[in-house]
């Protein structure tokens, strides 16, 4: 499976966005899946996971501001992002919940600045 992270950008802060994440093979909708983010200087952190059946979870930090959904008919998971501050500056990767991992792809770029 090959992931691609899309749909980033520049965004003011307490604004939205909404990345993409579409996978190319055949194992994408049986595994659960996840976002990633490494912020400026940062180590990689979780910001959320989604099982295959479609059951989102979130880290502390995005809870109530980030929704993740997934369309398996379409290899693809999403990542709606509102009320967007500085400090979710980050590149966003999407990649499995649990190891086996896929390769990581570039990820796409977030900026949060006025």
């Known amino acids: 499976v090959q992931l691609q992270a899309s749909g980033g950008g520049l965004v003011q802060p307490g604004g939205s966005l909404r990345l993409s994440c579409t996978a190319s093979?055949?194992?994408?909708?049986?595994?659960?899946m996840a976002w990633y983010r490494q912020g400026p200087g940062k180590q990689r952190e979780l910001v959320g996971k989604?099982?295959?059946?479609?059951?989102?979870d979130y880290e502390d930090s995005v809870k109530g501001r980030f929704t993740i959904s997934r369309d398996n008919a379409k290899n693809t998971m999403y990542l709606q992002m509102s009320s967007l501050t500085p400090g979710d500056t980050a590149v966003y990767f999407c990649?499995?919940?649990?190891?086996?991992?896929?390769?990581w792809g570039q990820g796409t770029q977030v900026t949060v600045s006025s």
């Open positions: 990649n499995s919940y649990l190891p086996p991992f896929f390769p």
């Open positions: 093979g055949r194992n994408f909708s049986v595994r659960a």
């Open positions: 989604i099982t295959k059946s479609g059951s989102a």
